[in-house]
């Protein structure tokens, strides 16, 4: 599977933006998604994770409440809405699929990712 991620851009603390993350190749409701942020001079991390089907997600602790993970296997595509953007969440996003049909935190867990895009939140 191939991954096309977009939807980044500037927005002032509080706003929101949606990133997709398009997927085209093999069967897209085979994968677990996944999205990750790498900050600048950091190490990347783990945002969000849904399930084949849509019905399971996890989000890591610094994220939750403010962003949404979702997917659209008729489309092929999997969203994050982000709420409530802070400064730190300034960072490269990417998406990712694994696999595994379920939920996975970890990098290893993820077979094919996207080119990132770049979220930047202004204080």
């Known amino acids: 599977v191939q991954l096309q991620a977009s939807g980044g851009g500037l927005v002032q603390a509080g706003g929101s933006l949606r990133l997709s993350c398009a997927a085209s190749g093999r069967t897209f409701s085979s994968y677990g998604m996944g999205w990750f942020r790498q900050a600048p001079g950091k190490e990347r991390e783990f945002v969000a994770t849904?399930?084949?089907?849509?019905?399971?997600?996890y989000y890591a602790d610094s994220v939750k409440g403010r962003f949404t993970v979702s997917r659209d296997n008729a489309k092929n595509t999997a969203y994050l809405q982000m709420n409530f953007l802070k400064p730190e969440d300034t960072a490269v996003y990417y998406c990712?699929?694994?696999?595994?049909?379920?939920?996975?935190?970890?990098?290893?867990?993820?077979?094919?990712w996207g080119r990132g895009t770049l979220v930047t939140v202004s204080s």
């Open positions: 990712a699929a694994s696999v595994n049909r379920g939920l996975a935190a970890q990098e290893n867990r993820y077979d094919a």
């Open positions: 849904i399930s084949w089907s849509g019905v399971s997600t």
